[in-house]
């Protein structure tokens, strides 16, 4: 199915290729290349380009390209999925997924990709799993590893195969027993000139931290489970009992996972938690221009939206800023042409502003299309669309644990028109 | 890290490697192993190296071992002979108390790509399906596959294929589904494993236990088999149900494809899936990933060959963000002009306006031309935009909106003056290949509507001595012949000019043979011109007014979930974003005059041919015909059984259309009354019509449709034809349907 990988960076190096049956020449990338030279942007390159004996599939993803070559007809969201696997595993793994990381751990690497695919084809990809075939670096580890001369590598065979439930090890012993769960809610919207919303949804996940004793059967409900439409769920969730009752039972996996993810698209559920007043204006004579935005808070629910960051794109032609911030800092990159006006916290009785003046190339003719203001923010303790956890139940096991839920709101695409 | 050539390390770890102060320390034994894979991962090679890393792999270190493995996976097939070595290491190992090690060193030894190989793997992987650790049973099922191909042209082991059947009973998943994959490349050459009944409710009833890759693989391999009755198949429609909503697009998609491909029959059930698979697939659509994304929209469009209105009315899912890469804004944009409807599009072109004045030009010509294809249903709106688009003067715009109104003119011609206008309009001189053409094959075929047209052509045989293009001189060379041949006062001097230049000084061949054609041609007189330079002045066949018609599910099923879709290369390529409907007006207008001139004569028989002469124009405005139709008496009135309303109207129109009938109104799908307006001219006469079908359809849907005739002036033979024409267009539709 795949049948080599390579990891090529955003230079157009490859620095890490490996094959899971005949080895394919790294000439396979130059399709790639030549791909990547036609879309300029790296984030431009199309996910599949056929060349004559091979299709290559990668993503794009914190700055490193994942090319897989396939030979045979593959279905597409499969392989795209896998790579993001083989992506988030490194992530797990190291911390973060960058080149560097990658060169430094690159046995790691290897022993993982060895066990994540076998003649291509997908093997271990849970993360608990391969966490016990091998087990990811830590500062401690490494040390005592380089004391004792011990490896990472575990010595016996991951149980949870064993179990008559794939995805919960057999066995499971904890001190602490507790149950987590985080409701995270990321709002795209885009919002036009008159401050009307063109589009908006509510893209929600509830990952679970799940550390239980034996084998315990859980059953979460929701005040409103009717909101909520789109839903995806971990294999763990009995679907019958969502569709019949709309409770979420399951049995879970050990440790941190994804139980559900969820989308909220109808138009009027979806608040927008802060408005944008703007007016950006190029004189059509003279060069120069006036930008005066303030922003302010809409429908919190009373909670204090956070780390608010404003990004723009400016026009080509812009050549320096002269403005002003109640709030925060701003800065402008005369070369990529981004303002970013860092604000922090928003206070409702003083809003934030920023003002002032824009200077443009002289001769340049007048910019046609205002630029678009992307806003990234946090709401701590609230859930945008209105879901509430209403309780969690155990079965199954005599002990009491701890539980939690956290709700955050977050900024996912959100882009104001100007 | 100091800089060294190759061979200098490659010399420094063989001195290093075969240190026995270091062998004894196995830390720095192991940390100059790992350098070696290092260099070997850089792409250098060390394959010189061989010798000292098979004595390495004889240790207890399991990391140690799997380092030394991945080497020797890598060059064994350079170094054969020194590979031997370390099979009898490997061959050890597989006997290893740790069901970990055997493992290891069975999957490592199948990746020994060398000949010879299979004589020493054998009897290893034999031993292997047989083990008691499933592990080892996973790596031993798929080295079968591998054994095969190390000797593709060998004779296929029959008591493996036999043994990999039987443990499709294992107890654990992913050896069944290890099976699978191994039978499928053993078996490649007669046609790959075979899914019989109870296999095939084997895995249907195992699908459960599997991760989400291998259900996914399953659900392909299953595509295979064919349920012998209508029972079986709902009992596994019944059991896949479930799957539909799973949390894995690769699943759901793989799921959705096998519903469709199994319901083949039941077009009902398919739609429902397909309903069902909505909200799954529009969350694929705004994913994380953008490249899920991508592959998600690139379903969508899939789905909406079939149900254009299913996503009518999340239209605003595809609305393009900022920040998103150009290969998914065109899908958006081409997924944006399936679904308009008559409530969203007003909001859906306000959207695209916006993306026409994209930074990149490439965006913008897409978004220009998605507005043009949007406007052949809805043309006034769009001819406004497209207008008020003229007015930015900025080159990349124009070319594209003149490219646009080229596309209409020829399917819409009712767009023609509003069209001529605005060329007329502009000012703005282009200067790209393609919007060239499209403004000289407008100044050509519409000249007589735009009075400035010669000065606008004059101006382009002046800078013919700069002109690069020779398709641009072609299309030149024609549209100044038809020019000249509507008027010729103006026109005569340059032409002249034109031919002498182009068949005097032009280094191209194909464009001075053209010139000389042009010439003689003339020479043949004025009307002969004529016949062969007029062609019609939009599309003959009108179906494409109408928007693409419905597909049924199983045209496109097939390719459902598979890679094709995603990589039609022309992704990238505004231009092409157009599909074939609108090749069409360009191939003919890059004005292969000699197709148009073998295209007339053929049709002139063919109108010839039909009794009765119908044809479309003039066209007839509402508030005519409406005066029309109140003033007349109904000349002639019949029933015709029918089973209509059509599955849509628009089929009915295009039909109608090619048999010169236009259709000036009809009702929406499914409303009862349902009634239509046709007209049109023959022998002289016009002919007005009326359907009407009362009530809805009978049980079995045949019903009947009114059809009442109403002529200016009166004759009795036209009216009799007119009724027969449409009384068998009528009948062939329904035997379509039914």
């Not at chain 1, 593959?74 to 790579?83: A, K, N, R, S, T």
């Not at chain 2, 200098?8 to 062998?23: C, D, F, G, M």
Request: proline share 6%; net charge negative.
């Amino acid at each position: 199915m795949i049948h080599s990988l390579f990891l090529i960076n955003s230079a157009g190096d490859i620095f890490l290729e490996k094959h899971w049956k005949s080895v394919v020449g790294r000439s396979v990338c130059d399709y790639f290349f030549e791909a990547q030279e036609k879309a300029g942007e790296p984030e431009n390159v199309p996910p599949v380009i056929s060349t004559p004996h091979h299709y290559l599939i990668n993503i794009f993803r914190d700055r490193i390209f994942f090319v897989s070559v396939i030979q045979t007809e593959v279905p597409p969201l499969f392989v795209i999925e896998f790579l993001h696997r083989v992506a988030e595993t490194f992530q797990d793994y190291f911390g973060e997924c960058s080149e560097s990381t990658i060169k430094d751990n690159v046995v790691i690497v290897y022993e993982l990709l060895e066990e994540m695919l076998d003649n291509g084809f997908p093997l271990a990809t849970e993360s608990n799993i391969l966490k016990e075939l091998i087990k990811p670096p830590t500062i401690l580890r490494s040390m005592v590893n380089t004391i004792t001369g011990s490896s990472n590598v575990g010595a016996t065979l991951p149980t949870g195969q064993l179990s008559t439930i794939p995805w919960r090890r057999a066995g499971v012993k904890y001190t602490n027993n507790e149950a987590y769960f985080d409701a995270i809610e990321e709002i795209d919207a885009i919002i036009d000139k008159s401050g009307s919303t063109v589009c908006a949804e509510i893209q929600g996940v509830i990952d679970a931290c799940v550390k239980l004793t034996g084998m315990p059967d859980l059953t979460l409900s929701f005040m409103n489970p009717r909101l909520l439409d789109d839903v995806s769920f971990h294999p763990c969730v009995r679907f019958k009992r969502w569709e019949s009752e709309r409770v979420l039972s399951f049995i879970p996996p050990d440790g941190s996972f994804r139980l559900m993810s969820y989308h909220v698209s109808a138009q009027n559920l979806v608040a927008i938690p802060i408005y944008v007043k703007q007016n950006i204006s190029f004189f059509e004579s003279g060069s120069s221009g006036r930008l005066d935005i303030t922003l302010g808070p809409k429908q919190t629910m009373g909670k204090q939206v956070e780390g608010l960051t404003v990004t723009m794109h400016m026009p080509k032609v812009l050549l320096s800023v002269n403005l002003t911030a109640t709030q925060g800092t701003h800065k402008f990159d005369p070369v990529t042409k981004v303002l970013v006006w860092d604000i922090g916290k928003l206070n409702p009785q003083k809003l934030p502003n920023l003002k002032g003046s824009l200077s443009v190339q002289s001769g340049a003719p007048k910019p046609e299309e205002n630029p678009t203001l992307n806003i990234d923010f946090k709401i701590q303790q609230l859930a945008i669309s209105g879901l509430k956890v209403s309780r969690l139940d155990m079965y199954g096991e005599k002990y009491k644990p701890f539980k939690g839920v956290k709700y955050i709101t977050k900024a996912g695409r959100f882009q104001v028109r100007t | 890290m100091p800089y060294l050539s190759s061979e200098e390390t490659v010399k420094e770890l063989k001195r290093a490697l075969s240190n026995p102060n270091i062998q004894s320390d196995r830390l720095r034994y192991r940390n100059y192993i790992l350098r070696v894979i290092r260099s070997m991962t850089q792409g250098l090679d060390v394959s010189a190296l061989f010798m000292d890393m098979v004595k390495a792999s004889a240790t207890v270190d399991i990391v140690q071992k799997k380092l030394v493995y991945l080497y020797m996976c890598t060059y064994a097939s350079l170094k054969p002979d020194l590979a031997l070595l370390a099979i009898n290491t490997l061959r050890k190992d597989c006997a290893d108390p740790n069901p970990m090690v055997r493992g290891l060193a069975l999957r490592n030894m199948c990746n020994f790509r060398m000949p010879g190989m299979t004589e020493y793997i054998h009897q290893p992987i034999l031993m292997g399906l047989k083990d008691k650790a499933s592990y080892v049973r996973r790596v031993a099922v798929l080295g079968c596959a591998k054994m095969h191909s190390l000797q593709p042209t060998a004779e296929i082991d029959a008591a493996i294929v036999n043994e990999l059947y039987g443990l499709l009973r294992d107890p654990d998943p992913v050896v069944m589904v290890n099976c699978l994959r191994a039978l499928e490349e053993i078996l490649r050459h007669e046609g790959g494993v075979v899914i019989n009944k109870p296999i095939a409710h084997h895995l249907l009833n195992r699908l459960k236990e599997l991760d989400s890759w291998a259900q996914s693989e399953v659900l392909t391999f299953l595509l295979r088999y064919k349920p012998r009755s209508e029972d079986e198949l709902f009992d596994i429609l019944s059991l896949l149900d479930a799957l539909l909503h799973s949390s894995h697009a690769p699943v759901m998609a793989a799921t959705l494809r096998l519903f469709l491909q199994l319901a083949a029959a039941h077009p009902a059930v398919q739609v429902d899936a397909l309903e069902q698979a909505r909200g799954p697939l529009l969350a694929t659509c705004g994913s994380q990933s953008r490249e899920m994304r991508f592959a998600g929209l690139c379903h969508v469009q899939q789905v909406l060959r079939s149900q254009p209105a299913q996503f009518g009315v999340h239209f605003k899912r595809f609305f393009c963000g900022y920040s998103e890469p150009a290969y998914i804004k065109f899908r958006k944009m081409e997924i944006l002009v399936e679904l308009v409807n008559d409530e969203n599009v007003g909001l859906v072109l306000e959207e695209l306006k916006g993306y026409c004045t994209d930074v990149s030009p490439d965006l913008a010509q897409a978004a220009i031309a998605a507005i043009g294809r949007i406007g052949r249903t809805y043309s006034e709106k769009c001819l406004d935009i497209l207008t008020g688009l003229l007015g930015l003067k900025q080159e990349h715009i124009t070319s594209a909106v003149m490219q646009s109104f080229r596309d209409l003119v020829w399917l819409c011609p009712q767009s023609t003056a509003a069209v001529c206008q605005a060329v007329e309009a502009c000012e703005e001189s282009l200067q790209d290949t393609e919007g060239k053409q499209a403004l000289l094959w407008l100044l050509g075929m519409h000249g007589d509507q735009i009075s400035s047209a010669p000065y606008m052509l004059e101006s382009h045989i002046d800078g013919l001595k700069t002109e690069m293009s020779s398709v641009v001189k072609l299309e030149l060379l024609t549209a100044t012949v038809r020019l000249f041949l509507q008027r010729p006062a103006e026109m005569q001097d340059m032409l002249g000019r034109l031919l002498h230049y182009c068949i005097e000084e032009e280094n191209d061949m194909n464009v001075r043979d053209r010139a000389l054609f042009c010439y003689r041609l003339l020479g043949c007189g004025v009307e002969e011109t004529r016949r062969v330079f007029q062609g019609p002045k939009s599309d003959p066949c009108m179906g494409v007014l109408t928007g693409r018609p419905q597909e049924p599910v199983n045209n496109w099923a097939s390719w459902f979930n598979t890679l094709g879709p995603l990589c039609g290369d022309d992704v990238a390529l505004p231009a092409s974003c157009d599909t074939a409907a609108s090749a069409q007006p360009a191939q003919s207008s890059q004005g292969d005059v000699l197709a148009g001139a073998v295209e007339e004569p053929l049709s002139i028989p063919e109108m010839g041919h039909q009794p009765l002469g119908l044809s479309l124009g003039p066209p007839l405005s509402h508030e005519a015909f409406e005066r029309h139709w109140l003033e007349l008496d109904v000349t002639h009135r019949e029933p015709i059984s029918f089973q209509g309303p059509p599955s849509s109207p628009e089929t009915l129109q295009a039909a109608l259309q090619l048999v010169k009938i236009q259709t000036l109104a009809f009702s929406r799908e499914n409303v009862t009354p349902w009634k239509a307006y046709l007209y049109s001219h023959g022998s002289g006469t016009l002919i007005l019509a009326e359907l009407l079908q009362d009530g809805p359809a009978e049980g079995d849907g045949s019903g009947s449709l009114a059809v009442s005739l109403k002529q200016v002036p009166k004759n009795d033979t036209v009216i009799q034809e007119f009724a027969s024409v449409l009384r068998t267009v009528l009948q062939t539709l329904t035997e379509d349907v039914s």
